[in-house]
């Protein structure tokens, strides 16, 4: 059965902290691993990675893929309260189920 | 619209009543998915459609479920007989099209159902 562990569950950071969230998997047909920020409402889409070792960024959030391991790390440099939500990691194994989503991280970030 | 469009926000019910959650995906995304999200957990898969095929049910907790998507765009997750752990939000999302593979799902803010 598909499975994917996040770590840690939750989180309280200072701003200006840089923290690290990871994500680890189990799934019979790998195809891509996405992440995720849920606030109130809707999850948004922040990352979705396909292939190891490529760093993707986009302005203080960034993220990387090891196949080989079967992990992935969410990284927030510079946090700010904003930052505060459940960050989810999903990964999508088609020929099981479309998405299998880990707990999430709850970072709360405090002034 | 611009994004994926759910309906009712919010919903209760007494138990046992029947209950229909809409969800309107965005514009030209040809996959839909259903997911059920409990207190503290993630979302978890229920169904998915590829145009008005119902391609993968395997989540639906029992045939009290039921989803529709007749027309390939508008679909609706039906509950019958709503018993109280049903409670959740339901989650709809849409993607161009899954099975490429190369697109990320987007989804809507979801419909928080209470079973009284």
């Known amino acids: 059965e598909d499975k994917v562990v996040q770590s840690p569950l939750s989180l309280v950071v200072h701003e200006g902290d840089t923290v690290t969230l990871n994500c680890s998997y189990e799934v019979t047909n790998f195809r891509s691993l996405l992440w995720y920020k849920q606030e109130k409402k809707a999850p948004t889409f922040l990352f979705m990675l396909?292939?190891?070792?490529i760093e993707k960024k986009s302005g203080r959030l960034s993220s990387i893929l090891d196949k080989k391991e079967l992990f992935s790390i969410l990284n927030i440099t510079a946090t700010q309260t904003g930052d505060s939500a459940i960050y989810l990691c999903?990964?999508?194994?088609?020929?099981?189920?479309?998405?299998?989503f880990g707990k999430g991280t709850r970072l709360s970030v405090i002034a | 619209g611009a994004g994926v469009s759910q309906s009712p926000r919010y919903k209760v019910a007494k138990r046992g009543q029947d209950v229909a959650l809409r969800c309107d995906p965005i514009s030209g995304h040809v996959s839909l998915f259903w997911y059920q999200q409990a207190l503290g957990q993630g979302p978890e898969f229920l169904t998915y459609?590829?145009?008005?095929?119902?391609?993968?049910k395997s989540g639906l907790p029992s045939d009290r479920f039921f989803a529709e998507r007749p027309e390939g765009s508008v679909s609706t997750l039906k509950i019958q007989r709503t018993q109280q752990e049903d409670s959740a939000v339901y989650l709809c999302?849409?993607?161009?099209?899954?099975?490429?593979?190369?697109?990320?799902?987007?989804f809507g803010d979801g419909t928080r159902l209470s079973i009284l």
């Open positions: 459609f590829q145009n008005e095929a119902q391609l993968d």
């Open positions: 999903a990964v999508d194994d088609p020929g099981n189920t479309p998405l299998v």
């Open positions: 999302a849409s993607s161009l099209d899954y099975p490429r593979g190369d697109q990320p799902q987007h």
């Open positions: 396909t292939s190891s070792g």
